[in-house]
């Protein structure tokens, strides 16, 4: 059987930004990435995230899945609304079995929480500072920025 390459409509919005970067010349800085953007389709925005729109997930998952249950053998996952567990099957027929994948004390802290209206991305804690770049990058994007316009 041939198989057929599939089309989406982000893939149109990506040779479009692709295209006039190819066209565009040099892209300097960011404004210049953002502009090219913008302007490689009518209506197009674009939201750039700064530092303090970044959350700090923590890991609250336990390591291990019960007995004779493989995350690699996982067939269909569901996260149901209200629940703090996870509901799997490991084949296309059964049943779904209820896992309880947080850390005890997680699950226990959220459950007392769930009568509440729950904001759990506006609770998490985010970035609150730029990370910065490290040396060896800072050197090497230092020697580049020598061949930029001094207006960059």
Same mark, same amino acid.
């Given at each position: ?9 982000? @893939? ?10 190819k ?20 209506n ?15 890991? @609250? ?7 004779d ?14 629940k ?9 027929n059964?049943?779904f ?11 226990? @802290? ?17 970035e ?25």
């Amino acid at each position: 059987m041939a198989s057929w390459p599939t089309f989406m409509a982000p @893939d149109a919005v990506h040779a479009a930004i692709t295209k006039k970067l190819k066209t565009s010349g040099d892209v300097d800085d960011i404004e210049d990435f953002v502009t090219n953007i913008k302007e490689s389709r009518k209506n197009l925005d674009v939201d750039v995230l700064q530092h303090k729109d970044m959350v700090l997930f923590t890991n @609250d998952c336990k390591t291990t899945l019960p007995k004779d249950w493989n995350i690699q053998n996982l067939k269909i996952i569901e996260f149901r609304g209200g629940k703090l567990s996870m509901f799997a099957r490991n084949d296309y027929n059964g049943e779904f079995k209820e896992l309880h994948i947080l850390k005890k004390k997680v699950e226990r @802290d959220l459950r007392k929480k769930m009568g509440e209206e729950l904001d759990l991305i506006n609770m998490m804690e985010r970035e609150k500072k730029p990370r910065g770049v490290n040396e060896v990058k800072k050197k090497e994007l230092l020697t580049l920025a020598k061949s930029m316009p001094v207006s960059r």
